[in-house]
Every structure is written in C-alpha cells, then in structure tokens.
C-alpha cells in the first residue's frame, strides 16, 4: 500500500508565502514524476508544477517566478516554495507521483490535498 501524505497548507495574507510538503511512503520500488497540482472551488483542478527524478521541473504560467519545486529522492519527498501568494493561488493543493511498487507496477497516486488560502 502506497500513500502520499501533504502538509504545509494554512491562511496567509496576500505577498506571502508557504512551504507544501508531500512524504510517499509504502512498499515503494522507485518514485518517478511528483507534482502539485491545485483545485480552486468551482474550477478544474489544474498542474502547478512538476519535477522529475533527475530535478527537471514545469511550472504553470500563473507560477513561473513564485513558485519553486523541489525534491529529495533519498526520502521520497516533494516540496513547493510558494512566493509572493496572491488571492487566486487560493486552492486545495494535491501531491501527486509515478510510483513503481513489486506488486501492482507503474501507478499514478494522489495525495488528499492540503487547503491554501490567501487573503486579508
């Protein structure tokens, strides 16, 4: 059994910021792709940033330039720095990652989400 546990989320004023984390743990082979991806009320739960074994990252537009993702493969952990938050980055923030496990192979797991909400 594989999950992905997210932590970080909280209220924060406009120009601020937040560190998410997100542990998988389990019986875990290797970890592939990690990324956050985020759901506003009444919209689409949309990519926010994506990261690669080997620290290739994609941002989303609305990001670029606030947001940072990072890794460390040595605990199975994927991180977002979020910078300068505005009152749209107001979302639940989803982990999400590849994950090989011995028994069932190659999988797509999602984290519950952790709730970000920027306002004054």
């Known amino acids: 059994q594989v999950q992905l546990v997210e932590s970080g989320g909280d209220l924060v004023q406009p120009g601020g910021s937040l560190r998410l984390s997100c542990a998988a743990s389990?019986?875990?082979?290797?970890?592939?792709?990690m990324g956050w991806h985020r759901q506003a009320p009444g919209k689409q739960r949309e990519l926010v940033a994506v990261?690669?074994?080997?620290?290739?990252?994609n941002y989303a537009d609305s990001v670029k330039g606030r947001f940072t993702i990072s890794r460390d493969n040595a605990k199975n952990m994927v991180y977002l720095q979020m910078n300068s938050l505005k009152p749209e980055d107001t979302a639940v923030y989803y982990c999400n990652a590849v994950i090989m496990t011995p028994m069932s192979g190659k999988y797509d797991y999602w984290g519950q989400g952790t709730q970000v909400t920027v306002s004054s």
């Open positions: 389990g019986s875990i082979s290797s970890v592939n792709v």
């Open positions: 990261i690669t074994t080997f620290g290739l990252t």
